[in-house]
């Protein structure tokens, strides 16, 4: 049947390949789901990625079962930021209309409102699981500011098996994911001719949080738009990968036919798919009326559950998850620690609008440290109001002393943000806190106080002039004072200039310096 997940290895990531007729290209239609390929590639990546995440799947079914009779929850909304990435003509294709229409599918789907719910046979209309989870774009950014929820980044870049996680990173080109543990994360772009639809993680992914989320083609993405694929024209790519997103894993469970094993972790009390030995491709039933299919683990009507949205069919055949499904989802919504918090997060209300809102993104500089007292600081100054911002104070703070107040003057929209030189400050040999906060944008009250301010640790290099003669001949890996001290950084001086290592050098009094590392 449906072996476990912690038996079959190959279920980690799934990517979901089609067969279509776009601008005259033909592709080759594959399996919905490639995970061996993907899988081999962690594996190389990552050694141990397998039993790390198996041993975060098998703990997190444990606490399922603990809890799974009650601590159900009803009417729970998760936030949901799209990230688009792609040319200007593909994101005319990704309109904002064609995000919404997923979002509504994937509410009428989990929800069971699905208007296509007629197809699905008499046999199994009592397994028909509906809940009360609730899609919606997120009002609130991470940085608190209002926001739709999507994200749009123009980029010729396309993605493939080799390449796709960089979508999730604005340094490859791509969009980095918003707080993971608030946000459903969801990546459209161009997977061009890899034949890619989708890709998902699983909870208990061990790999760091900002890979969570779900990864499409904009040509799978979305209802009833022209560019789609005819196959995948209805969001159900979407539906599919976010069930995995849930820890849903294949109906058949990827058993290679075997009739054995459950896809529900192993739990058969709500195991409520019938046995089916691989994936369903196409649509059995392209009229809607019922069309038993038998296989060699279920011989018998009624037969396979091919409406069932974690098979492969195509998007018309795919109109229901079960009951048992539904619970399973809710159960790792409630318990597993990198799904639950979405429970927790209101990012989906709207943000309070404010009008002058002047805030103080990150120190850019200086970071770790530096090499002399005197240091000159930057800063990114963000206009978080809905007024454009064309002043502001800056007060740098050094050692919890004022050192400096800046007014800066200028021009700067709504929700933007830019780099600014401060003046400079004397700073102290060894750890130094710089505090740098914003006030009266706009000549006015800061109308939110709580994103004003931004504060560092920085080190300037402490020198040390030796008194007697040195001798070192470099052969070593390290170097120490006699109190056994590490030096991180040797500097050789001769008057003003710096001089390169030398073996069996030999250094007069006064002509060196040791710092450590800053």
Known sequence: MKKSFFVTSFLF?????????????????????????????????????????????????????????????????????????????????????????????????????????VRIPPAFKPLFGKSRLTFKLAGTSPLGEPTNGIVRVISNKTFDYNDFDSAKQSSADGSDAWQPLQYLNIWVVDFADSE????????????PFNYHGFTCDYR???????????EFNKGRTTTHEIGHFFNLIHIWGDD????????????????????????????PDPFGVGIIVTDICTPEAPGIMYQNYMDFTDDASMVMFTQGQQQLIEQTLNNAPDRSPLFTSTAYLSAPLVENDASIREIVSPRNGACTRSVTPSVLLRN?????????????????????????????????????????????EGANSL??????????????????????IFHIAETLVLNSRFEEDFGGTEFRRSNGELITRIVILHGNETQPWERKAQVLPGSMTTTTQH
């Not at 890619?196 to 699983?202: E, K, N, P, R, T």
């Not at 075997?258 to 649509?283: V, Y």
């Open 13 to 117: 990531l799934f990517v979901c390949l089609a067969e279509a007729q776009l601008s005259g290209r033909s592709t080759v239609r594959k399996q919905r789901c490639g995970t061996a390929i993907y899988y081999n590639r962690l594996i190389d990546y990552d050694t141990e990625f397998k039993r790390r995440f198996e041993a975060n799947q098998k703990h997190n079914a444990e606490t399922v079962l603990q809890n799974l009779q009650g601590n159900t929850r009803a009417d729970d909304t998760i936030p949901v930021v799209v990230h688009v990435i792609g040319t200007t003509t593909m994101q005319s294709l990704v309109s904002d209309e064609v995000i919404h229409s997923q979002i509504d599918v994937l509410n009428e789907d989990y929800q069971g409102r699905n208007a296509d719910s």
């Open 196 to 207: 890619i639809l989708g890709v998902s993680v699983f909870p208990g992914d061990p790999r």
């Open 256 to 283: 290679d036919g075997a009739c054995f094993g459950s896809d529900f972790l192993d739990n058969p009390d709500i195991d409520d798919t019938p046995n089916q030995a691989n994936a369903t491709k196409g649509n």
């Open 384 to 428: 978080s109001g809905a007024d454009t911002l064309r002043s502001a104070v800056i007060t740098l703070m050094l050692n919890q002393q004022t050192s400096a107040t800046f007014n800066w003057i200028g021009k700067l929209p709504p929700y933007q943000q830019t780099e600014i030189n401060l003046p400079g400050v004397e700073a102290i």
């Open 220 to 230: 799978a993405f979305g209802r009833g738009a022209p560019h789609l694929f005819t």
């Open 435 to 456: 505090v740098i906060y914003s006030s009266r944008p706009n000549g006015k009250s800061d109308e939110r106080l709580a994103n004003d301010t931004s504060s560092i």
